[in-house]
């Protein structure tokens, strides 16, 4: 089982920038995709960003554009660079390993392989 633990949330004002960093346990983490999702208070989890094995980034379309995905297989860390941020955008972040698409897309990632980590908390506020 793969430990996560998410850092690098924290507070700031609508129109600024954050960086998340997603750290895995073990020695599997470059043969999967890794995703972030986010959960706001009385909202599910949803997935709002993706990479692929092979480096092949994907985003929600409410943050294409203001977020960018990257990975670093040395140092088994995954990263969310997050520009232009709204108030819209405070949640709980959470990463997670994901089997590489069947097909191109947003869409096309299935369900996460393994359990939550803590998260990080974003919070965009005036």
């Known amino acids: 089982q793969v430990h996560l633990v998410e850092s690098g949330g924290g507070s700031v004002q609508p129109g600024g920038s954050l960086r998340l960093s997603c750290a895995a346990s073990g020695s599997i983490f470059r043969f999967y995709a890794m995703g972030w999702y986010r959960q706001a208070p009385g909202k599910p989890r949803s997935l709002v960003a993706a990479?692929?094995?092979?480096?092949?980034?994907d985003y929600a379309p409410s943050v294409k554009g203001r977020f960018t995905i990257s990975r670093d297989n040395a140092w088994n860390t995954v990263y969310l660079r997050m520009n232009a941020l709204k108030s819209e955008d405070t949640a709980v972040y959470y990463c997670?390993?994901?089997?590489?698409?069947?097909?191109?897309?947003?869409?096309?990632?299935?369900?996460?392989?393994?359990?939550w980590g803590q998260g990080t908390q974003v919070t965009v506020s005036s």
């Open positions: 990479i692929t094995t092979g480096g092949t980034t």
């Open positions: 997670n390993l994901l089997n590489d698409p069947a097909c191109s897309g947003y869409v096309c990632y299935s369900e996460p392989l393994e359990d």
